[in-house]
């Protein structure tokens, strides 16, 4: 991963308005916000309008969560994330975003491993590797392949197929936002400095 230089800083969320500050606790998970959110609490209406979004995206999707986290871990890989990945990295391992783990549906050490590879890395079936070309293909072409498009079709429902390309198109977007204004990993994320 490529290291990135924290261009905007956390905002004390002290300092804002109850109101602002309100939308930014809203994404507080077991207690604690997140590094993004205290540094996109620098605009709270843009937090205010994307985390609706972001929640369907995350939580009430038509993808199960296998899926989705494939999707997401490839797109962050490919923008080299570093934020993103790690974030996502701890949530697929733990088969969820908080409380214990759901061992039915985490990611293993392997697939994590298998994602950075890429879809052409041995041990996906053919659902899985059409979810991470889905992923490579819109990065690098902006559209889903016709043949990746075939392949997924077989599996997924068109809502499905709609939540594929919303799901890699979101977290590229974050990605780039993380990238870009240089949000430091949480305490809690193998390799945050600790000060």
């Known amino acids: 991963m490529i290291k990135r230089t924290q261009r905007i800083p956390m905002r004390d969320l002290s300092t804002m308005p109850a109101e602002e500050r309100q939308n930014v606790e809203k994404n507080a998970m077991n207690g604690q916000i997140f590094n993004i959110f205290k540094v996109l609490a620098h605009h709270p209406q843009l937090v205010k309008r994307w985390t609706p979004f972001a929640g369907h995206v995350l939580g009430k999707q038509t993808l199960s969560f296998r899926d989705r986290e494939l999707l997401i871990l490839r797109i962050g890989w490919l923008n080299q994330a570093e934020y993103e990945f790690a974030q996502h990295e701890l949530i697929a391992k733990r088969g969820g975003l908080g409380g214990a783990a759901d061992a039915a549906r985490a990611l293993g050490d392997a697939d994590i491993a298998r994602i950075k590879e890429g879809p052409k890395a041995a ?73």
């Open 123 to 195: 041990g996906w079936n053919e659902h899985e590797r059409a979810l991470l070309q889905a992923a490579d293909d819109l990065h690098e072409n902006s559209v889903v392949s016709d043949a990746t498009w075939a392949t997924l079709a077989k599996t997924c429902s068109t809502e499905q197929l709609m939540d594929v390309v919303f799901t890699i198109g979101q977290y590229n977007l974050v990605s780039w936002a993380l990238n870009s204004f240089g949000v430091p990993l949480d305490d809690f994320l193998p390799g945050a400095k600790t000060s």
